[in-house]
């Protein structure tokens, strides 16, 4: 139980062209769901916390109008990296909260999506 | 505020000898503690959580954690090492529901044949 899938899990576009990234709770609805990014051997930076019907809280430093964070039903949210530069390339990974019946402390994370600008 | 401090960078053990990842938290208030692992190229996976029930918690694939006040310790143990553990984990703490999830900067955990 608890699973959170990510589509696609990698991509590869050209510099200036937009990027869509999908996060789906598969068994479970998830209120609020987050997007972070991960550099390579670091931790997690959270960019963005989700909330279903609402507009996402973006962190200090995280451009909203670049990082676009849609979470249209409870099992579904999408990162669109706008006119994406090569210095956007990096791993982006979800999370959902569990809710109710999973537990609503606990964050359950998607395999993540490698994003590659050229 | 809250934060964690994993000392360290990497661990290194032979199969089947015993694993020990330290995890210190602060917190002004009865935190939430996770242990995640992450495989290359993938995401998180949780290992195991206290939620301010039993002290020591057992998790997945043999791991378990216990869950020390007085010291502000939390730190994961298995007693016998499998090559498939060489991992990267991380350990995470939260005040709520509502608040974030911080994490350690994590610990790569090697295992040698």
């Known amino acids: 139980g608890a699973v959170v899938s990510q589509h696609p899990s990698w991509v590869i576009c050209k510099s200036g062209t937009s990027v869509k990234i999908e996060c789906r709770s598969l068994?479970?609805?998830?209120?609020?769901m987050f997007w972070y990014r991960q550099f390579p051997k670091q931790s997690l930076m959270l960019m963005a916390t989700?909330?279903?019907?609402?507009?996402?809280?973006?962190e200090q430093g995280v451009e909203k109008d670049k990082f676009l964070i849609n979470h249209a039903s409870l099992t579904l949210s999408t990162l669109t990296v706008t006119s994406a530069h090569p210095e956007d390339s990096s791993f982006y990974i979800c999370?959902?909260?569990?809710?109710?019946?999973?537990?609503?402390?606990?964050?359950?994370f998607g395999p993540g999506t490698r994003l590659l600008v050229l | 505020a809250q934060s964690v401090t994993q000392l360290g960078s990497h661990v290194s053990v032979s199969e089947g000898a015993l694993v020990l990842l330290r995890c210190n938290y602060s917190?002004?208030?009865?935190?939430?503690l996770f242990w995640y692992v992450q495989y290359p190229n993938q995401g998180l996976q949780l290992l195991l959580k206290?939620?301010?029930?039993?002290?020591l918690v057992k998790g997945i694939n043999g791991f378990e954690a216990e869950f020390k006040k007085s010291e502000t310790s939390f730190h994961l143990t298995k007693p016998s090492a499998h090559m498939s553990d060489a991992a990267e984990y991380f350990c995470?703490?939260?005040?709520?529901?509502?608040?974030?999830?911080?994490f350690g900067k994590g610990i790569t955990l090697s295992v040698r044949p």
């Open positions: 999370s959902a909260e569990g809710g109710a019946s999973r537990g609503q402390e606990t964050q359950y």
């Open positions: 068994d479970f609805q998830a209120t609020t």
């Open positions: 989700s909330n279903e019907g609402s507009k996402a809280t973006y």
């Open positions: 917190s002004s208030v009865p935190p939430y």
């Open positions: 206290y939620t301010s029930a039993a002290t």
């Open positions: 995470a703490v939260r005040t709520g529901a509502n608040s974030k999830l911080t």
